[in-house]
């Protein structure tokens, strides 16, 4: 960050992925928290097609008219798919590599993996949409 509190681009600072990894952390500890806040950056900061969310709404849910709880967070990039799904109460993050929309590998990772990945990803989106750059502030600002 800068002393104005902006974001320097990426390339001036390798820490600021860093930052936003750990702003990503930040609510994983109340993980139906964390993935509300989560969808919620990431629709402001990604194009509508590039996030998709599954959620499982249970009666009471449909009855009250509630959405559900997040089962599944799926992000496209435009070489990867970051999908974080969470089975009874714990989060199960995974990285894929794609090519013209087909899956060639998967790879399971820990939390902290998968939010410095989608970190990286959202900051060298940011480097050129200013939507993604206000929303990566929103993110590391906690606004």
Known sequence: MTDHG???PASESAGSIDLLAAALRRDAADLEVYTQVLTGALA???P?????????RSMGDRMAGRP????RVEISME?????????QGRPAGEVCKVVRGVVLSRRPV????????LAAAITARAKSDAQ???????LILGD
């Open 6 to 8: 902006e974001i320097e």
């Open 44 to 46: 402001d900061a990604l």
């Open 48 to 56: 509508a097609d590039a996030v998709a969310v599954e959620r499982k």
């Open 68 to 71: 559900g709880r997040i089962e």
């Open 79 to 87: 070489d990867q798919r970051l999908i974080l799904s969470v089975a």
């Open 110 to 117: 820990p939390l902290d993996e998968w939010a410095h990945e």
């Open 132 to 138: 993604a750059r206000a929303a990566l502030e929103r």
